[in-house]
């Protein structure tokens, strides 16, 4: 059974800096895309970056260009997100995905999530 599983989250001064990390465990494949979503509650969820491998192509919100970079250790079947020059506004849930198929990936639908780690940023 296909599982993520997120860390590093924590609370951190603006102009701070964190990596999270999501492991991934019983893919027997590997996923067409993955990424990191945020939440705040009462709001939507947020893409803020995805990685399609086979595509080598990725994506970042227009709110994090220039200050996440999202990367992949296939060796060690985990994803990061590392975050700098963090802003109060960063604050949220984070969560790690993915999608198993093209169409999943293109559609946004993925398929596996993990349970979220939360970052706070204070001013």
């Known amino acids: 059974q296909e599982q993520l599983e997120e860390s590093g989250g924590g609370s951190v001064q603006t102009g701070g800096s964190l990596r999270l990390s999501c492991a991934s465990s019983?893919?027997?494949?590997?996923?067409?895309?993955m990424g990191w979503f945020r939440q705040v509650p009462g709001k939507e969820r947020e893409e803020v970056a995805m990685?399609?491998?086979?595509?080598?192509?990725?994506n970042y919100a227009d709110s994090v260009k220039g200050r996440f970079t999202i990367s992949q250790d296939n060796a060690k079947n985990t994803l990061y997100l590392q975050m700098n020059s963090l802003k109060p506004e960063d604050t949220a849930m984070y969560y790690c995905a993915a999608g198993r198929t093209a169409p999943a990936c293109w559609r946004s639908t993925l398929n596996d999530w993990g349970q979220g780690t939360q970052v706070t940023v204070s001013s």
């Open positions: 990685i399609y491998p086979q595509e080598t192509r990725i």
């Open positions: 019983g893919y027997t494949y590997s996923p067409y895309c």
